[in-house]
């Protein structure tokens, strides 16, 4: 029989509001989990519920093989998460961080709002990720994990999962066999104290871990409880993300560790937005990958009026003082 623990408040509503955006210091947790738990508030709402060595090694093995080189990539667009409201540039913090996301979304690039406009296309409200569209087969080989985490979620909350599948399935924009329509991949991040936003009200976070290398730390847990669970490879830990929630820091050397995390959710604008859908948009609506786009042309130079202005601008000087043409930049369809 799993164990089942009731958490009390450590921190009132006003002090952890207070949190949101900061980074938990190491030791925050006084309580961390590494066994299979049911852990509730005195209130009786379910906070997560976690197993061990729950998914298959071989997927999970696949999906590391095939994401790792994706997650590596940086980026600016975590706000909160990222701990946005701790921006302090004298001490040269930074919110450049290497989460990304696979699957589809339900927002589009600067990029494909102007070929939208530039080549008179249907306008659209969702799209295939980058990853997705890019790499069909490094993607496939992705899904079978996914598939696995969604099985857990059905198994430890039927009634969530249910109500997910059944919204996640009016619309295509859907990953096959599983509620979910996106993944987000965190790697070797702290995400400072945050709720998830844009994911389906009432829904519960599925969280998975691949590590490799050693280090200690990045526990996942709520401060306002005082809780966390140290997940690692092939643990499975379903989570009640509309709850201020974050990691504490993640300890090893820098280079010999990489703690890549998984989060799969659906999106609620690919619900809302995306149910008339009836296809995928093709990896090539918004144009070819690389495909040079030709921008707009500037206003054309006047010529040099005859006279004493000719004259002026008729000799050029040599050597270093010679001007250099310059080049158009390229703009590429790049998604």
């Known amino acids: 029989m799993v164990k089942k623990i009731i958490v009390k408040k450590i ?17 925050y947790f006084k309580t961390i989990i590494r066994e299979n738990v049911d852990v509730y508030t005195e209130d009786g709402i379910p ?69 939208i406009k530039k080549n008179n296309l249907k306008k659209v ?28 979620y059905k198994k430890l909350f039927p009634k969530q999962y249910a109500y997910q599948y059944r919204k996640a399935h009016q619309t295509v924009y859907v990953i096959k066999g599983t509620p979910f329509s996106t993944v987000t991949t965190n790697l070797n991040v702290q995400t400072a104290a945050h709720t998830d936003k844009g994911n389906l009200e009432k829904s519960f976070g ?14 996942t847990g709520y401060p306002q409880y005082g809780v966390a669970v140290d997940v690692q490879t092939g643990d499975f830990l379903a989570m009640n993300i509309h709850l201020l929630h974050g990691n504490t820091p993640i300890e090893g ?9 998984l989060v799969s959710y659906l999106r609620e604008g690919i619900v809302n937005k995306c149910k008339d859908d009836k296809r995928i948009l093709p990896a090539n609506y918004f144009g070819e990958k690389g495909r040079k786009i030709t921008p707009k042309p500037g206003r054309k130079r006047k010529t040099a009026k005859k006279g004493k202005k000719a004259k002026k601008n008729k000799t050029a000087k040599k050597g270093k003082g010679k001007k250099k043409t310059s080049k158009k930049k390229k703009i590429f369809g790049i998604f």
């Open 11 to 27: 921190l009132t509503d006003e002090e952890t509001e207070m949190m949101k955006g900061q980074k938990l210091p190491k030791g």
């Open 47 to 115: 906070l997560l519920r976690f197993r061990k060595k729950a998914l298959p090694q071989k997927n999970v093995q696949d999906a590391y093989d095939n994401l790792i080189e994706h997650a590596k990539k940086v980026s600016r667009q975590r706000g909160v998460c990222a701990g946005a409201h701790r921006k302090d540039k004298k001490k040269g913090e930074s919110n450049i961080i290497r989460s990304n996301i696979v699957g589809y979304f339900d927002n589009l690039t600067l990029m494909q709002k102007y070929l």
């Open 125 to 152: 409200n969702c799209r295939q990720t980058a990853f997705t569209a890019n790499f069909p087969e490094k993607w496939q080989k992705v899904i079978p994990l996914i598939q696995d985490i969604g099985k857990q």
């Open 206 to 219: 599925n969280l998975v871990v691949i590590g490799k290398g050693n280090y200690k730390g990045g526990y």
């Open 253 to 261: 050397k820098p280079g010999e560790f990489e703690r890549m995390s």
